[in-house]
């Protein structure tokens, strides 16, 4: 990958070293958890949401 890069009088094009393409599990983030997502799955489950949206993308 070629970055430019101004030099006050001259454009100089040079090279970026490549990327890591995988990354280690251990090296990811793991988001804040909140009680927020719990709940959610709590009322969907109770209110049969999961049967009620396949009812309604069923092929006729």
């Keep these: 990958m070629w970055?430019?890069?101004h030099n006050r009088?001259?454009?100089q094009a040079q090279s970026l070293a490549?990327?890591?393409l995988f990354?280690?599990?251990s090296a990811?983030?793991?988001p804040a958890t909140t009680p927020f997502y719990a709940k959610l799955d709590q009322t969907l489950n109770a209110s049969a949401f999961a049967a009620h949206a396949r009812a309604l993308c069923a092929p006729a």
């Design 9 to 11: 009088y001259v454009f």
């Design 23 to 25: 990354l280690a599990a």
């Design 3 to 5: 970055q430019i890069r």
């Design 18 to 20: 490549p990327r890591e």
């Design 28 to 30: 990811l983030v793991r």
